[in-house]
């Protein structure tokens, strides 16, 4: 079989090799999109539960002919409530990791036979909002106790089967990988190869327009088990409950629900990495590659006409998926180690920073030595101080220690994702004016010299050593 889709693959690529590049990269043929997927493979460890899965899949480059189903079982389940964390938020029917261990038994005995008779149905989601950037507001669903051990069980199994097809420039949600590696991934990439143009893109409200059919149909090229595909559609359809009332779930899916990584990174998988893996880079005269985290990526490009052909494809490509890039987060500019060393003698054009995971991505020179340098988005900075001064104000009944605690929290989450090498100095800055604002604020609650000195003596000092290197 592996070798008809080898023969397959070759035959279409001689045909396509004669087409013009604006309209190979157009294509949408789910036929050749299939056989890409059977030919490349590359394995990772996954745990106990997956394993059979994942050496099935190793061996016949597909998990069809497998009844998943049956990998939703008591020991699994309980392995799952096991590890679960106790404090999180409840879904719509209020029940949380205490309250279901109460009688574990009878309810994974219970919920393992409406599985297997196929009566079981997860309950609506509950949707609630965090603050994301300027004035947006981020959605988040939260599902219920019961449902986020099916869910969690189901993401396990896909993440076996679906691991060792991901290509390597996808770094969300996945083991081993994470912004960092993604900021690192782009760094080498613009330092060692000659790319000189740089796509930035965002796809807009990814999450919330995700096609279920079109998911649907890519999960059945590597799964047949009607009872699995089943189940995971009853999620995507479930709905939410927002502000008492209900919604029905036709498109989308909900961020906080524990399937909604892998889901994602499946979808754009064919939508994405496969289709610039196939026809953008192998049709492309120069060099060219893609970073991908979840809905965010940057494309780096060796000739301008390339860059503006691949963000003139890009958006006819997503739209035949019901997709569409954010117009203010998506733009082409000039970006590399040849438009710097030409900006520094003549004068003009300076390369333009760009921002990716938070970050802004800069070029600099040192003893004759290109490097990139990374800081804390400069928006992003302000918003945060933004932030927290509005939340010190909402809660001015917290103790003492509750505030260290709370601010603490903060500081130390900031060095661990912020405290990159080049970025130390921003990092310092931002704890002087959460400090600045904080003494501020209780000094208008008129509270006590010798508390607010108490407070800023025990808030987290910042390490002088960067917590990651790019």
Not at 240 to 266: D, H, T
Not at 340 to 355: C, D, H, I, M, V
Not at 391 to 401: C, P
């Amino acid at each position: 079989m592996q070798g008809k889709h080898h023969i397959l693959c070759i035959v279409l690529y001689s045909v396509f090799k004669k087409m013009k590049l604006s309209d190979m990269w157009m294509l949408n043929t789910y036929s050749f999109t299939n056989c890409s997927v059977e030919m490349y493979h590359f394995f990772m460890m996954i745990d106990r539960y997956t394993e059979n899965i994942s050496n099935f899949v190793r061996q016949r480059k597909t998990a069809k002919g497998r009844k998943l189903i049956n990998k939703i079982n008591d020991v699994t389940l309980r392995e799952i409530h096991k590890n679960m964390p106790p404090k999180k938020a409840t879904g719509v029917d209020e029940i949380n990791k205490q309250q279901y261990s109460k009688d574990l038994d009878k309810n994974i005995r219970s919920l393992v036979n409406r599985i297997k008779d196929n009566s079981y149905y997860p309950k609506p989601i509950k949707r609630i909002y965090i603050h994301k950037f300027g004035d947006q507001m981020r959605p988040i669903g939260i599902i219920c106790y019961e449902d986020k051990l099916v869910s969690s069980n189901i993401e396990k199994l896909l993440s076996a089967i679906y691991e060792p097809s991901f290509k390597k420039f996808s770094y969300g949600f996945r083991p081993n990988k994470n912004c960092h590696s993604a900021i690192r991934r782009i760094i080498k990439v613009i330092k060692t190869q000659p790319v000189d143009y740089t796509v930035e893109a965002d796809i807009k409200s990814f999450f919330d327009t995700l096609d279920h059919d079109l998911l649907m149909n890519f999960l059945k090229f590597h799964i047949d088990d009607e009872s699995f595909l089943q189940l995971i559609k009853r999620f995507l359809k479930n709905g939410v409950f927002e502000k008492g009332r209900y919604q029905s779930g036709e498109r989308g899916i909900p961020q906080g629900n524990v399937m909604s990584p892998i889901l994602a990174n499946i979808y754009l998988h064919y939508v994405l990495d496969l289709w610039f893996e196939e026809y953008v880079k192998k049709y492309c005269t120069g060099k060219a590659f893609i970073v991908r985290y979840a809905d965010d990526f940057v494309c780096m490009f060796q000739f301008k006409f390339e860059a503006e052909s691949f963000l003139k494809a890009l958006i006819i490509r997503l739209k035949k998926f019901n997709l569409d890039v954010a117009p203010s987060k998506t733009k082409l500019l000039r970006f590399g180690k040849k438009v710097y060393r030409e900006w520094r003698k003549t004068g003009l054009n300076k390369p333009e920073p760009f921002s990716f995971l938070g970050f802004t991505l800069y070029c600099s020179y040192h003893l004759n030595e290109f490097f990139v340098l990374i800081n804390t988005n400069r928006a992003v900075f302000l918003e945060k101080l933004k932030n927290f001064k509005e939340w010190i104000r909402r809660n001015n009944n917290l103790s003492v220690n509750e505030i260290i605690k709370k601010v603490n929290c903060l500081l130390i989450g900031h060095y661990n994702y912020y405290g990159a090498n080049a970025n130390m100095h921003i990092v310092r800055s931002f704890k002087n004016e959460i400090e600045k604002i904080l003494v501020s604020e209780l000094k208008i609650r008129k509270m006590e010299k010798h508390l607010i000195s108490k407070i800023r003596k025990n808030l987290y000092s910042i390490p002088s050593r960067a917590h990651f290197y790019v």
